[in-house]
């Protein structure tokens, strides 16, 4: 059974940080494409990092220079670390991972930057 978990969300006060991880099973990861989405309250979701089986990595311009995304494939997850949030990172965020023309989805976690 396919499955994608991410974990790590919470609260955390404007320029703080988090770092997110995305595991998965059922599949093989060490080939899969690992992006981060994510969706805003009363807006569509939207991408945040790719980082490719290379490990190539790809990020929106609202966070290159803030967010840096990893793997490690021993553990099967991925990361998205988060630097000096705001409060316009507050979102669901969710992991997807791309194989072989399929697309994997995990819950979502959710991230709220607040004072």
């Known amino acids: 059974q396919v499955q994608l978990v991410e974990s790590g969300g919470g609260l955390v006060q404007p320029g703080g940080s988090l770092r997110l991880s995305c595991t998965g099973s059922g599949f093989a990861f060490i080939k899969a494409h690992v992006s981060w989405y994510r969706q805003a309250p009363g807006k569509e979701r939207a991408f945040v990092a790719q980082i490719y089986a290379n490990h190539e990595e790809q990020y929106d311009d609202s966070v290159e220079g803030r967010f840096g995304i990893s793997r490690d494939n021993d553990r099967n997850t991925a990361y998205l670390q988060m630097n000096r949030l705001t409060p316009e990172d507050t979102a669901v965020y969710s992991c997807?991972?791309?194989?072989?023309?399929?697309?994997?989805w995990g819950q979502g976690t959710q991230v709220t930057v607040s004072s």
């Open positions: 997807l991972a791309r194989l072989n023309g399929r697309e994997y």
